[in-house]
């Protein structure tokens, strides 16, 4: 018995749990599986594409999905010479470790201090601005701030596998990647700062129990990151680093079998964090739950922001990056500026 409540501990610890289990790796390669189908569905409902619409229907084309992966993990990896075989490898995986990252910090629910199987970690994970403890891997005053920095660092490693493959396409794709960062950085960070000085905080735990949800405090900073998540991720219709007409595939032209699975798995996966973030600073997170309900709240709210990001490769043709950059720039940016204000007056009245 001992040594069950020994695993019972280490297995539920949140740090272990949060990041490898629920909704870190296992669940989140779940979820990329559930994202491809339902991207590939909702593509066939709108576009009437006979393949993903009819392919295995009576399964609703699970098995499409089954023999798509199995495809890839018995595909050749195809190393292409004149490069570090060491380094090509590393870059997928790399991708995919530091798109899972974030969810480290960013708070999924609160622990009660009794009554439930997380109340063991409540004095542990004890947070003091909200007055309980946070389930997180992390806990720490300045979530927002981890989590937006973790974020940033995620394009450096879509530069490494396009460098890592000495294509010119690869490379092309990359330089477009480094664009359309510093211009949706830039909307993210504002769009979050206009949150913080509302709420004066840089918690994301002590926005998520504010009285009232992001949304509605400051609706131009969630219409705001929600384009920012959609930029910074490659979703429709911005999917300008890949841009397979032009690019062949981006970053990931030259990989294949898992190396290519890993690669593109980094997106949705980074998807997932941002949309985790965006249900706890912009749709009340876990409110009214605690616990483990809480926990799937706020995964079942970002789930549906998931959905919505790959729905719009439906019906959105994709932009140019001449066209995303000063849609950015010239469009977004003031009104970037312009929620920074509203959550400035608004965070008088909050205080």
Known sequence: MDVLALL?????????????????LIFALIVLLYTIWFERKIAAKVQMRFGPLYASKRSGGFLQLVADA???????????????????ALGPVLYLLVSLLPLAAIPLSTIPPTGSVL???????????????????????????IVLALEAVTPVFVLFTAWVTNNRFALLGAVREGLLSVSYDVLLIMASLSLAIEFHTLDVAKIVEAPIPGFVANPFAA?????????????????????????????YTEYSGLLFVLSMGGS??????????????????????????????????????????????????????????????KYLFPLALLSIVIGGVVGIWIR
């Open 8 to 24: 019972e501990f280490y297995i539920l610890y949140p740090s272990f749990f949060v990041m490898i289990i629920f909704p870190g």
């Open 268 to 329: 949705y996966i980074g998807t997932f964090a941002y949309s985790i973030l965006f249900a706890d600073l912009f749709l009340g997170g876990w409110q009214p739950f605690t616990g483990y309900y809480g926990m799937i709240f706020t995964v079942f709210k970002a789930i549906l922001v998931l959905m919505f990001a790959v729905f719009m490769r439906s019906v959105y043709g994709r932009y140019r990056i001449d066209q995303a950059l000063r849609g950015s720039w």
């Open 119 to 145: 109340s063991m970690y409540f004095h542990e994970f004890y947070d003091p601005n909200v007055g309980t403890g946070i389930m997180a891997a992390v806990v720490s005053n300045y979530s927002l701030l």
């Open 223 to 251: 219409f705001l990151f929600l384009v920012g998540m959609l930029i910074g991720t490659g979703r429709f219709p911005f999917d300008i680093v890949e841009a397979e007409s032009e690019l062949v595939a981006g970053p």
């Open 70 to 88: 199995m495809k890839f993990v018995f595909s050749e990896i195809i190393v292409p010479e004149q490069v570090n075989s060491t380094l090509f």
